[in-house]
């Protein structure tokens, strides 16, 4: 087994962390704060996470999930209440909401750095293999979908209806 102990997974770990820890705090931001914040740490994530290698998992060990459905909708709660009236977007295919994409994410990377800090390596790997798996089936296209959303908040651009979107 591969330690999980690299450069590129406790960058991750790191960048990881300070995500969930903001969106932990982030009732008490200002949504002019809120959106470059989440712009920067988004994007960071986004490369943290497509550069560590999936590792091969081990099955050896239950990944148990951490975050409840009351601390799940808690951070949806304070994003959706910092977001306000610019929480709903439409990202392609279908409407959603900055808050329940994030409150995603900081699901399966909290369960992910519970898991981690607890310092058993089979269950971090496995748990890890989970996490990084996520991100290319699920938790990643959400993210590049928030950062377009919150990139045409922060620069206002909007379309001819009225409704933002960078094509113009």
Known sequence: ???????????????????????EQCREKRFM???????????????????????VMLGTADVPNSVTEADYQKIQDNVAAVMGEHDDYFDGDEATSVSENLADIYQELKDFIMIYKNGNQAVSNDSLFSCIDAFENYWGIRLLNCVKALHNLAY???DEDGVQDNDN
């Open 1 to 23: 087994m591969e330690t999980v102990y690299t450069k590129n997974i406790i960058e991750f770990v790191t960048v990881a962390l300070e995500y969930c820890a903001y969106l």
């Open 33 to 55: 704060e809120f959106v470059p914040v989440m712009q920067k740490v988004l994007s960071l994530l986004y490369l943290k996470a497509a550069i560590v290698e999936k590792p």
């Open 156 to 158: 206002n651009r909007t």
